[in-house]
């Protein structure tokens, strides 16, 4: 089986593809974006793609979340990768001498409070890793811990740059086909109103509240039709086959809402 993950190798995503089901894979696929790795298995159903959903930090990955919408997937698993910084320089390079750093949009994000503390101006980069081509005498990138092992150009100045000690991606595990599971841990549900009235997601939590489910994800997004209208993304403790998610569906659309199951996984973190 092969595995579409954002390259290249080295970045976040490489690691946690590296950290699925190593056994079943037999070729792992860099695509440049997170856009290609979707669309990937839209081509190659065949196969399956990993992309980061949700940072502990920096909340929801957007692009996927309207992915999960617009597109024709299915979330078969999920996987949780512990997310630690480095300030990468070149050789001899010492921290006065840097006055900017290069990397993706999240990873300036999570580490913001060190870019402050130390007066950086920062520009962004197509992943981690390549914006380590980027350092030079007055330049830093900040990327995953540890690739100073694999690049003798580069040493790590500071580690452990990130805002939040626990700083943790969730990805899934995504494919164009259904994957039945005989006993399902998770389901992810995409709720859409029908129209916009009052207590649109009081009416939603509180039909999960009423069958005592636990949500361990809630999100809204825009329908992108018009201005205050939004799906709602939920993710149960439980699978979408049980006897009170079943209920739970029937109260929902009876309440006007459309309910899609978007996954029913047995969860592997």
Not at 66 to 83: A, G
Not at 127 to 145: C, G, K, M, N, R
Not at 175 to 199: H, R
Request: hydrophobic share 40%; glycine share 2%; aromatic share 8%.
């Amino acid at each position: 089986m092969k595995l579409y993950y954002l390259g290249p190798i080295g970045t976040f995503s490489h690691m946690a593809a590296l950290k699925y089901k190593q056994n079943e894979i037999e070729e792992y696929i860099p695509k440049s974006n997170l856009y290609e790795v979707v669309k990937a298995i839209e081509t190659d159903p065949q196969n399956i793609a990993i992309a980061p959903i949700e940072n502990s930090i920096e909340g929801t990955i957007n692009i996927i979340a309207d992915s999960l919408t617009e597109q024709k997937i299915h979330v078969i698993d999920e996987l949780h990768l512990d997310i630690s910084f480095s300030l990468y320089v070149k050789k001899g390079t010492k921290l006065k001498d840097i006055n900017e750093v290069v990397s993706i949009a999240p990873a300036i994000n999570q580490t913001s409070k060190f870019i402050k503390n130390h007066n950086f101006t920062y520009r962004y980069s197509d992943s981690t890793v390549q914006s380590l081509d980027e350092i030079d005498d007055h330049t830093a990138a900040i990327a995953p811990i540890g690739l100073e092992e694999t690049n003798n150009e580069i040493i790590a100045l500071h580690q452990h740059i990130e805002d939040y000690p626990h700083n943790t991606t969730r990805f899934l595990v995504l494919s164009a086909q259904e994957k039945p599971v005989k006993k399902a841990t998770d389901s992810i549900l995409l709720i859409t109103p029908d129209q916009d009235k009052p207590g649109l997601l009081a009416s939603i939590l509180n039909t999960f509240a009423l069958f005592n489910i636990n949500l361990s994800w809630i999100e809204s997004r825009p329908l992108k039709t018009q201005l205050g209208m939004y799906h709602f993304f939920v993710q149960a403790d439980c699978s979408a086959d049980d006897v009170e998610m079943k209920k739970v569906i029937t109260i929902l659309k009876t309440l006007e809402f459309n309910v899609k199951v978007l996954g029913n996984f047995d969860k592997h973190i």
